[in-house]
């Protein structure tokens, strides 16, 4: 089975559509069963979406979907090249003072249940502290989709975020948490070693074959801030238990595929 995560930085990308393609041909391609998104925009000012794409699970009813909305076009495209997946999107905040900015997630499977929550505190909606989690439940367990805070963050830091995430998804038992953690997996005593230490399995480390993981390459949006190193990785796919995974590649990073976003994104095949 494969699974894949990307943050698509969607639509503050040069020619997004041609990239939506790009994405929706690598799907069809290689067939993961499941692909987790982040940063899924649409425009705020755009108008209301009169017809949502095929098998999208609603999961909320506080925002509209808008005409350019960026897991909509994917559909449409995934339609085309004659594949079926359903989706789910969750608007999460304001982002670049434009857009809903929010989390998406595909599945081939028909989706069973849902559960979104807040991993930050309480905020207005125009605040981009907001940090939350989607996640599916098909007949293969449960996946999440999340983006979460940076480390260091002085009114949001990762590991209150980590601590909420634990007890929301305390009741469930096969689950892949998959995302942009906004912690360097190479830094010792912070993100990466919470989570590891909290129980769950790296799939990247569990892979029989892997390449060198780097899933960003100099300095992004949000990590300006931050010491400049050459790469990182920042997007993970996490386990909840200790699977046999056959492999962890990275994708649209400019060798395997093209680049598609500021991140690369990650995909993994395992052994159900």
């Known amino acids: 089975m ?13 020619e997004m559509a041609k990239k939506q393609q790009i994405v929706a041909q690598f799907i069809a391609d290689q067939q993961p069963e499941i692909i987790a998104l982040q940063e899924v925009n649409q425009t705020m000012t755009n108008p209301v979406l009169e017809t949502i794409s095929p098998r999208y699970v609603a999961v909320q009813e506080r925002i509209a979907m808008k005409s350019d909305n960026y897991a909509n076009a994917l559909q449409n495209e995934l339609i085309k090249l004659d594949q079926t997946y359903y989706f789910a999107w969750l608007p999460m905040k304001v982002g670049y003072d434009k857009y809903d900015e929010g989390l998406a997630i595909f599945s081939k499977k028909p989706i069973l249940n849902t559960r979104t929550f807040q991993v930050s505190g309480d905020y207005e909606y125009t605040n981009y502290r907001i940090r939350m989690a989607l996640g599916i439940q098909t007949e293969d367990g449960w996946f999440f989709s999340t983006h979460m805070s940076w480390w260091n963050d002085p009114e949001e830091p990762f590991a209150g975020q980590w601590e909420r995430l634990k007890e929301e998804t305390a009741d469930l038992d096969q689950l892949f948490l998959m995302g942009d953690f906004n912690g360097d997996a190479n830094v010792r005593n912070e993100t990466y070693d919470l989570i590891k230490s909290s129980g769950w399995y790296d799939t990247y480390a569990l892979a029989v074959t892997k390449d060198e993981g780097w899933t960003v390459s100099g300095t992004i949006d949000g990590w300006h801030d931050q010491e400049a190193v050459e790469h990182r990785r920042i997007d993970l ?3 909840r238990q200790q699977v046999p995974v056959i492999s962890s590649e990275v994708v649209f990073n400019g060798l395997n595929q093209p680049i598609v976003s500021d991140h690369f994104g990650l995909m993994i095949e395992y052994l159900i």
């Open 237 to 239: 796919i996490w386990s």
């Open 2 to 14: 494969k699974i894949m995560t990307l943050n698509t930085h969607s639509l503050q990308e040069k």
